[in-house]
């Protein structure tokens, strides 16, 4: 290490400062890090539902389920009252698979009867509802 000079001025004070230390140093935390980090644990065990890659042979059924501006259900275009609505969804959700709703609302309808639909989908059983709208209108 070279802490003086080869002038005869020993009064001086050295203006650079000394690098050598600050390498050695640096040089031991990099080596302690790199042999601490693989023997810490980074991780969290997590338990991942099983599931098959098989295709699913039957499609379920799509049921068209629409609300006519009056608050009318239909089911495939044929209309029903609300009571046979909610014993139709409870038998559509015995099926397997279960079939997919699609709720069809006219722009008129009061949102309740749509919201309606949907809650007794729900009481049923029925796992997936979807919503259909039209954008161009």
Do not use: C, W
């Amino acid at each position: 290490m070279a802490f003086g000079s080869f002038d005869n001025n020993e009064g001086s004070v050295m203006s650079e400062i000394n690098m050598t230390p600050l390498v050695d140093v640096m040089l031991v935390l990099l080596i302690i890090f790199i042999v601490t980090v693989p023997v810490m644990k980074h991780s969290l065990e997590i338990d991942l539902p099983k599931v098959s890659t098989a295709p699913q042979l039957e499609k379920p059924d799509v049921i068209k389920l629409s609300v006519d501006a009056a608050g009318h259900y239909r089911v495939n275009n044929v209309p029903i009252s609300d009571d046979a609505l909610a014993k139709e969804m409870n038998a559509m959700a015995t099926h397997q698979p279960q079939p997919v709703v699609h709720i069809y609302g006219d722009k008129q309808v009061v949102y309740e009867r749509v919201i309606g639909a949907m809650a007794i989908a729900n009481k049923a059983g029925i796992e997936k509802v979807g919503f259909v709208t039209d954008p161009g209108n």
